[in-house]
Structures are given as structure tokens and as C-alpha cells.
């Protein structure tokens, strides 16, 4: 069975701090890979996803993630945050076979402060 | 506007009641979910419903039914809730094998 990793549970950042989060997967074939966002009272929200070729892949509001398939890693990076960054960040694999549903990890908690 | 509706947003029950949240999307999506969001737990899969017609448990799917009443609209029953159901719950769609999920606003639910 598929399983995220999420490293960090709670990151506080100052505003224009350099953010990586982290993000492991346990699944040995093909996968797919996605990070969703969910700011203060709101839904979740689709920031970026990998499916095949470039393992840089670019999300809206900046954002990037690398896909190490050495490393099973899909680490989540921004050079610059902003207050308005404040949210919970979650990863999550899929496998691509069939209509398997996606797995999540626990989330990291991001606080940038002023 | 297109997207997925929860309905209610919040709602207290008393231990041994029964309700039923309901989701509908408007996107022509094939599969739907039903996640619950706990802290410190992240999202939790209860049920979901890979096209209409089927529907398969997930990872937290005791003490919950659902229905895939027709393409649009997927509801999730509390039979008889208990406090560890109190909770965030969300509904989700999804184009088929895809995902990039939609997710509706969520459901806030406490047991007392």
C-alpha cells in the first residue's frame, strides 16, 4: 500500500524566508504526485502536480516541487514567501493504474510571520 | 459557479442520532470522495465512488454508509454518531484515474 511522509508537522517562517517542505512516498512503481494546499477556513486546493517528464514541475503563487525518483522524495519549494502563504500544505501519491484513489500525507503547517 | 457542494456546513449532533451529509458537483466528474480532516492526522479516505454505480470503502469507513445516488451527487450517512466522528468532513470529485481533485467546502461536524 501506497504511504506519504510529510517531515515536518509545523514550519514558522519569516516573510521572505526560502520554504521546503517535505515529502516522502513509499511506493516502488509509477506514480503520481501532487501537492494541495488549504488556507485558514478554506477547501482544499490543487498547488501543483508530476505525472511524467521534467521532475521540475511549477504551481501557481511560485511555487515548485522536484520529483527525486531516487530518493522517492516530491519536496515542495518557494525562494520567497508571504504572509498570504500561511496554510497547510499536504502531499499526495496516486497510483496512475486505474482509479485508485489519492493518498495524502499528515500536512505540514506553514506560519510566516511579518 | 462549477464545483462540488457540501451541504450542511456545520451541524451538532447528540451521540445516537443519525444524519446525512450531502455533495453534488456540477463538473460531470466519474469518481467522488469522502475524506475526513482531524489534526495532526491529515486527510483520511472514508469512501469513495470510482464511477456511478460502484462504491468502495476507504481507509475509516466504520460507523459510515454511502450513497452514490446518481452521477452528481454523493451523500455519507452517520447511522448512529459518536464523538470520534466529530470532525472535518470533505467531499471530493474527480475526472476518472485523474488526480486533481475538486473539493467542496466542507462539512463541520460535532458529536456531543
Known amino acids: 500500500a501506497q504511504s506519504v511522509s510529510q517531515h515536518n508537522h509545523h514550519v514558522i517562517l519569516s516573510e521572505a524566508a526560502s520554504l521546503e517542505l517535505g515529502c516522502n512516498y513509499s511506493y516502488g512503481g509509477t506514480v503520481n504526485l501532487f501537492w494541495y494546499v488549504q488556507y485558514p477556513g478554506q477547501h482544499l486546493q490543487l498547488l501543483l502536480k508530476y505525472f511524467s517528464g521534467d521532475p521540475l514541475v511549477k504551481g501557481i503563487k511560485g511555487f515548485e516541487a522536484e520529483f527525486i525518483k531516487s530518493k522517492f522524495s516530491f519536496n515542495l519549494r518557494k525562494p520567497s514567501v508571504q504572509w498570504s502563504d500561511t496554510a497547510e500544505y499536504f502531499c499526495a501519491v496516486k497510483d496512475p493504474r486505474g482509479n485508485t484513489p489519492l493518498v495524502f500525507g499528515k500536512g505540514t503547517r506553514l506560519s510566516v510571520i511579518a | 459557479n462549477a464545483g462540488v457542494t457540501q451541504t450542511p456546513k456545520f451541524q451538532v449532533l447528540k451521540t445516537g442520532q443519525s444524519m446525512t451529509l450531502q455533495c453534488a458537483q456540477d463538473m460531470n466528474h466519474n469518481s467522488m470522495y469522502w475524506y475526513r480532516q482531524d489534526p495532526g492526522m491529515g486527510l483520511r479516505l472514508i469512501y469513495y465512488s470510482a464511477s456511478e454505480g460502484t462504491t468502495d470503502k476507504g481507509e475509516v469507513p466504520n460507523g459510515y454508509n454511502v450513497s452514490r445516488l446518481n452521477k452528481r451527487e454523493f451523500s455519507l450517512r452517520l447511522e448512529s454518531a459518536a464523538p470520534s466522528q466529530t470532525s472535518v468532513y470533505f467531499c471530493?470529485?474527480?475526472?476518472?484515474?485523474?488526480?486533481?481533485?475538486?473539493f467542496g467546502s466542507g462539512t463541520r461536524l460535532t458529536v456531543v
Open positions: 471530493a470529485s474527480s475526472a476518472r484515474t485523474s488526480g486533481s481533485y475538486t
